[in-house]
C-alpha cells in the first residue's frame, strides 16, 4: 500500500530556475492538471500519463515514475548548493496537488531544503492541507474571479480554489499570489480590481505578482500533437495594471 501511494508522475526536473522563488532552485514538475487554462503553456503536463512529444529534434516522451525515496535522494544530492544559493526546491506542475500524497512523501525525506509549492488551488481540502503543512511557501495563482468567465478559459469552477485561499490565509504558511495576464482575459481592470478586494486583507499575504503571457506557448503543443486554436488573440497588447493593486495597499510587481 505504501510503496504505491509513495509513486509519482514527473515530466521535468529543472536545474538553476531563479523564478519558481527565491534564489536558485530545483524545480521539479509533476504531471496531470484538473484545469484546461486556454492558455497553458505546459500542455505536456495536463494529462496524468506518460505522452510522446514529437518535436524538430525528434520525439521524446514526456513522464516518467518516480518513488519518493529516489526523487527525494536526488534532489538532496544538490542541497548543499541550493542552500548556499538561499534557494531549494519547488513542486509545480501541471497541478502537484493532484499528486499530493506523493509530494508530502518526497517533502519528508527531503534534508532541510526550502520548498515552495506553485499551485493553481485547485484541490480537495486534504490534498491541499497535506501538502501546504509540510512546505516553506506558496505560489497560489488566481486568474479569474468572475465564476461564470472562470468555468469558461479554465474548465473549472473557481469555489474550490477561493475555498483553498481562504484555508491558505488562516493557517501560517506565507504565500504569494500570481496572476498569469492574458489579453482579453484575465487583464481587464474589472478582473484585477476584483483579485485586489479579494486579496488585498488575506494575513500570509507577501505579494501579488503579475505574470504576462508569453507567446511561446503555440510550439510546445504542436510539439505534444495537440490543436492549438487560443480563443484569444495573442498579440494583443497587455493592461498591465499595476495601480488597481496599489491603491488596495497590495504589494505588486511584474515578473
Ligand atoms: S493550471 Fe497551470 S498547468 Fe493546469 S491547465 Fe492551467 S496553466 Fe496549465
Not at 530556475?17 to 484538473?34: I, N, Q, Y
Not at 481587464?188 to 504576462?212: E, M, Q
Request: aromatic share 8%; proline share 7%; with cysteine.
Amino acid at each position: 500500500m505504501g510503496a504505491a501511494m509513495s509513486t509519482g508522475m514527473v515530466f521535468d526536473i529543472k536545474e538553476f530556475a531563479v523564478h519558481d522563488g527565491p534564489g536558485v532552485r530545483t524545480t521539479v514538475f509533476l504531471k496531470g492538471c484538473p484545469l484546461r487554462c486556454v492558455w497553458c503553456h505546459n500542455p505536456e503536463g495536463l494529462a496524468p500519463l506518460p505522452q510522446l512529444m514529437r518535436g524538430a529534434a525528434g520525439s521524446r516522451l514526456a513522464g516518467r515514475t518516480y518513488t519518493a525515496q529516489e526523487l527525494a535522494q536526488r534532489l538532496n544530492r544538490q542541497a548543499a548548493i541550493l542552500q548556499a544559493c538561499e534557494g531549494g526546491v519547488t513542486f509545480s506542475g501541471g497541478e502537484p496537488l493532484q499528486q499530493a500524497e506523493f509530494v508530502a512523501a518526497v517533502i519528508d525525506r527531503l534534508d532541510g531544503l526550502h520548498v515552495v509549492l506553485d499551485t493553481s488551488g485547485y484541490a480537495g481540502e486534504h490534498a491541499f492541507q497535506q501538502v501546504v503543512g509540510r512546505v516553506d511557501l506558496v505560489y497560489f495563482d488566481l486568474k479569474l474571479i468572475d465564476p461564470a468567465a472562470h468555468a469558461h478559459y479554465t474548465g473549472v469552477d473557481n469555489a474550490p480554489i477561493l475555498r483553498n485561499l481562504r484555508r491558505l490565509a488562516d493557517g501560517s504558511t506565507p504565500f504569494v499570489i500570481r496572476v498569469p495576464l492574458i489579453p482579453g482575459v484575465t487583464d481587464g481592470d474589472d478582473n484585477l480590481a476584483a483579485i485586489a478586494a479579494t486579496v488585498r486583507d488575506l494575513p500570509g499575504l507577501l505579494r501579488v505578482d503579475l505574470l504576462p503571457y508569453n507567446q511561446a506557448a503555440g510550439a510546445k503543443y504542436r510539439a505534444a500533437g495537440m490543436a492549438w486554436t487560443p480563443p484569444f488573440d495573442p498579440s494583443r497588447p497587455l493592461n498591465i495594471n499595476t495601480t488597481l493593486f496599489e491603491t488596495a495597499n497590495v504589494k505588486v510587481s511584474v515578473a
